[in-house]
């Protein structure tokens, strides 16, 4: 069974501009959950979507965005890039998301200049 | 506000020197409690998952525990392939699927 997948690997970008990292979820699981993980903060929670709808939300400016879509891959957005969004971006999926253990992709690190 | 904090921030051992890794969490209303093994450039892989005080789970040279207040995660001789940062989590408010991590503990097994 497939893991979770997370495209692209690696981006380097400048301030300023935006960035789309994709996420294919498990097979049968729609749930999908973003982190955001650096060396200085650990693991954040970003958000959560579920039946492509954003069902919680972490504690992050509103130029962190996401969607899902039917077959539950999910995207996030980020907008005016700075600096300190160099980060590891991870997605995570689970089956229905309630207290039930997420698995994570390898993430996709995000490097601003 | 919900807390995880994990000690020591980082352990060597000798290969075969069992030892145990810490999770105290602070939360109300305990919805269950994850350990991920994290290697350096992969995201973390899930371990195990507790929901009541007094569970144990085990996995080769792993077996964590549970209490009201705090987890264990207990290595048993481990090897250099444990090698490897620990992190431990709790889900968020009811009904909300995000985890809280805690900073993890970083184990570093010496042949």
């Known amino acids: 069974k497939a893991g979770v997948t997370q495209t692209p690997r690696y981006l380097i970008k400048t301030r300023g501009q935006q960035v789309t990292l994709s996420c294919s979820p498990i097979?049968?699981?729609?749930?999908v959950s973003w982190y955001q993980q650096t060396p200085g903060q650990g693991l954040q929670f970003l958000f959560e979507?579920?039946?492509?709808?954003?069902?919680n939300k972490g504690n992050f400016p509103g130029r962190f965005s996401g969607r899902q879509f039917s077959n539950s891959r999910s995207e996030m957005n980020v907008s005016t890039l700075e600096l300190g969004d160099s980060a590891l971006y991870l997605c995570?999926?689970?089956?229905?998301?309630?207290?039930?253990?997420?698995?994570f992709g390898d993430g996709t690190r995000l490097s601003i200049l | 506000e919900d807390q995880v904090t994990q000690s020591p921030e980082a352990l060597r051992l000798q290969e075969g020197e069992s030892s145990s890794l810490n999770c105290s969490y602070t939360?109300?209303?305990?919805?269950?409690l994850f350990w991920y093994r994290q290697d350096p450039g992969k995201g973390p892989e899930f371990l195990f998952t507790?929901?009541?005080a007094g569970e144990e789970k085990e996995k080769e040279r792993l077996k964590a525990t549970l209490t009201k207040k705090e987890s264990f995660l207990h290595i048993t001789a481990p090897k250099p392939e444990d090698s490897a940062t620990y992190l431990c989590?709790?889900?968020?408010?009811?009904?909300?699927?995000?985890?809280?991590f805690g900073t993890g503990t970083r184990l570093t097994v010496i042949p």
């Open positions: 995570a999926s689970s089956l229905d998301g309630r207290n039930q253990p997420q698995h």
């Open positions: 097979s049968g699981h729609r749930s």
């Open positions: 979507y579920f039946s492509e709808t954003q069902r």
């Open positions: 939360v109300s209303g305990l919805r269950g």
């Open positions: 507790l929901y009541s």
């Open positions: 989590a709790v889900p968020g408010q009811t009904g909300a699927n995000n985890l809280f």
